[in-house]
């Protein structure tokens, strides 16, 4: 680097308020400058100015107003189910079709919960020990083999655990679906700033980056390329779900067809609240704009208000599963006109103080989030779901969210699909679970299940130590 642009970059950095960067300069060995040199090249200063304002007005426009949304429920009028069954013949087709393509959020790792790796390769279950990544996959496979046609898998990653993932695909084959047929992706990562708005760095020549949040899909499936991949597949719609959820149906036709036949732009999945103190978010209008309401933001009575059938008026959990038309991907994202809020998240961060100080600097990390691009839809559907069929997510690594129980949900879902079969179950464990697993290429529900059953041949069930696997 010459001295000017040395000069150059440092006038820049402390205009931007980041001068802090390049205070060690001196001090840093010729391997060190071209980390940092490197570093600061990706930084976007017009960004961190941006992210520095949020920080100093973290308190934006709050609603006055607050409506639960419009559903298409569990229990169904006559119209209603012969809607639903009109909705899962289109869907059918359109899977059939190749008109979808699967996105997976996976950039996270799974280091809370004892794995040295991505999160996707957590095991869950319970009786093969197969992991996230590996459940979602059996899923694709199913509906593969159920309704024909091509699967084509988005797979989102971060910088911290795309080469790891790709690897973990590559040990496993992937899956069985094809290297063709999965296309990895990144999102952006974003610095991470400290209460005065000056980045955080983990080292003199490394900046503290983050990823931008599962609202950052959006922009990385244009500036990756995927948007372009889609198009030349043939795709429409995009299934988006998230990796720690192994009870997610990414490839519902219900969904789909309901979905496609509201021409909607982006539709959600929710499930009922477990009650008015369970902290999630619902989808709901604020100010008459659809979007996911945070429990925060919600006020008391509201919380607790209920509707003339005894339920929670504001009920619609939001469990992070959607269905997004590719076009309205591209619109939002033409351009870099995509413009989702930012959500800080507040945190101590292992790094450097400001006088370059090793330890735990106070910092906020900056996301945006998926659900509030339901604000921009047209149209949109909002399905309600059983939660003990279909949402049972990986977070923690004890308690609730964990992969105990994870396993219980998806071993009672099991457990429901034998007895209506009229099959024996097998003893439940000490904990009492039922050491029981059935492989989603079998079947997803029960009718799938009892029509497997019935087929020529039956099923095949392996009885193990682990307990009965039915594949």
């Not at 760095?201 to 980056?209: M, N, P």
């Not at 400001?354 to 735990?360: I, L, S, T, Y």
């Not at 996301?367 to 691009?373: G, I, N, R, S, W």
Request: glycine share 12%; proline share 5%.
């Amino acid at each position: 680097m010459t001295p000017e642009s040395k000069s150059y970059l440092a006038a820049a950095l402390e205009a931007a308020g980041q001068g802090h960067l390049m205070g060690t300069w001196s001090d840093l060995t010729d391997g060190e400058r071209t980390n940092l040199l490197t570093a600061l090249e990706g930084l976007d200063l017009e960004q961190v100015q941006r992210l520095r304002e949020r920080l100093r007005a973290p308190n934006d426009h709050a609603a006055k107003s607050f409506e639960p949304p419009l559903t298409f429920p569990l229990e169904r009028s006559a119209e209603q189910a012969a809607q639903a069954e009109h909705a899962s013949a289109l869907g059918k087709r359109l899977l059939r079709e190749n008109r979808v393509g699967f996105v997976l959020v996976a950039g996270g790792q799974g280091s809370r919960l004892g794995v040295d790796g991505p999160k996707g390769m957590v095991g869950v279950g319970p009786v093969s020990g197969l992991s996230l990544f590996g459940w979602h996959a059996a899923r694709l496979s199913a509906a593969q083999q159920r309704h024909g046609g091509n699967i084509t898998w988005f797979v989102m990653t971060s910088s911290s655990n795309d080469g790891a993932t790709r690897a973990f695909f590559e040990e496993q084959d992937f899956f069985g679906l094809g290297q063709q047929n999965v296309h990895f992706f990144t999102q952006e990562m974003l610095p991470a700033l400290d209460q005065e708005g000056r980045i955080v760095r983990t080292a003199s020549d490394a900046l503290f980056l983050a990823p931008n949040g599962h609202g950052g899909t959006l922009a990385a499936l244009r500036s990756e390329g995927m948007l372009d991949v889609a198009a030349g597949l043939g795709i429409e719609q995009f299934s988006y779900f998230q990796v720690d959820n192994p009870l997610v149906r990414p490839a519902d036709p219900l969904f789909l067809g309901l979905h496609a036949l509201a021409d909607a732009d982006m539709s959600s999945k929710v499930v009922t609240k477990n009650d008015p103190a369970e902290k999630v978010g619902v989808l709901g209008l604020a100010d008459g704009k659809l979007g996911c309401i945070e429990y925060s933001d919600l006020p008391e009575d509201l919380r607790t208000e209920k509707d003339g059938g005894g339920q929670l008026r504001f009920r619609a959990g939001n469990i992070a599963v959607h269905m997004i038309r590719r076009d309205f991907v591209e619109k939002l994202t033409k351009d870099g006109l995509l413009d989702l809020p930012w959500h800080l998240a507040q945190k101590n961060l292992k790094g450097l103080d400001v006088q370059g100080n090793p330890g735990e600097v106070p910092g906020v990390k900056f996301e945006t989030f998926v659900f509030d691009a339901l604000g921009a839809a047209a149209n949109s559907v909002t399905l309600e779901v059983r939660r003990e069929g279909e949402f049972s997510p990986v977070k923690n690594a004890e308690g609730p969210d964990s992969p105990s129980t994870c396993r219980l949900a998806l071993t009672e879902s099991f457990g429901h699909m034998l007895q209506a079969a009229g099959l024996d179950l097998p003893e439940r464990d000490q904990d009492g679970t039922l050491p029981l697993e059935v492989d989603p290429r079998v079947a997803e529900d029960e009718s799938e299940f009892c029509a497997a059953n019935e087929s020529a041949g039956g099923l095949e069930v392996l009885k193990g130590e682990h307990g009965w696997l039915y594949r």
